[in-house]
């Protein structure tokens, strides 16, 4: 399973309800002091699965509700890191491999900006890539969109030989 093109580039985005008595997950780091975490049924990370959808996108292998229903009891509470972790198994499969990523978070509470390294770290870790090779810029929605957190995705994929 492979294809000719040398790079293929993914976007992927995800967004989720902001409600109380959940934590706030975001590339795999909870976020002290959030008032409220995403409604969801997995953990709900929406950076692990913008990312996510983004690779597979890339390789034109649909998207994350294929290969983890939100609707399978398995899934419930399911750590994203999981659905990025079989993702990734993919992206070999096809022998290619992220260069880069490049996020955009758009969430109006809390401020994140102090947590940028953190993120991007895990991601990172993640992705097996440099954290100089992980883009995260944080938005504010001006309050049109208090309620929700939404993530937008891009990735580069370089083919690998072998
Ligand atoms: O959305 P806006 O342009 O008003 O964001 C202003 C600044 O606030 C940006 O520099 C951004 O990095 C930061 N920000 C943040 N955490 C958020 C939203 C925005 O640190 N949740
Ligand atoms: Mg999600």
């Avoid at 993914?10 to 002091?33: M, T």
């Avoid at 649909?62 to 659905?83: H, K, M, V």
């Amino acid at each position: 399973m492979t294809s000719p093109l040398p790079y293929r580039v993914g976007y992927g985005e995800d967004a989720h309800r902001l409600g109380e008595g959940r934590a706030l997950i975001l590339g795999g780091v909870p976020i002290p002091h959030a008032e409220r975490g995403a409604v969801a049924h997995s953990d709900g990370d929406a950076v692990l699965h913008a990312v996510a959808d983004a690779l597979l996108s890339g390789l034109a292998l649909g998207d994350i509700g294929q290969y983890f229903p939100d609707t399978a009891a398995e899934n419930a509470g399911l750590d994203s890191a999981r659905i990025l972790a079989h993702t990734l198994g993919l992206v070999r499969e096809w022998q290619y491999a992220p260069v880069n990523v490049a996020l955009v978070v758009t969430l109006d509470r809390p401020k994140l900006g102090a947590l940028r390294s953190d993120i991007a770290r895990s991601l990172s870790a993640l992705l097996n890539l440099p954290e100089t090779e992980v883009g995260l810029s944080f938005k504010t929605s001006e309050g049109l969109a208090p309620d929700h957190v939404q993530v937008r995705a891009t990735v580069l994929l370089a083919r690998v030989e072998g």
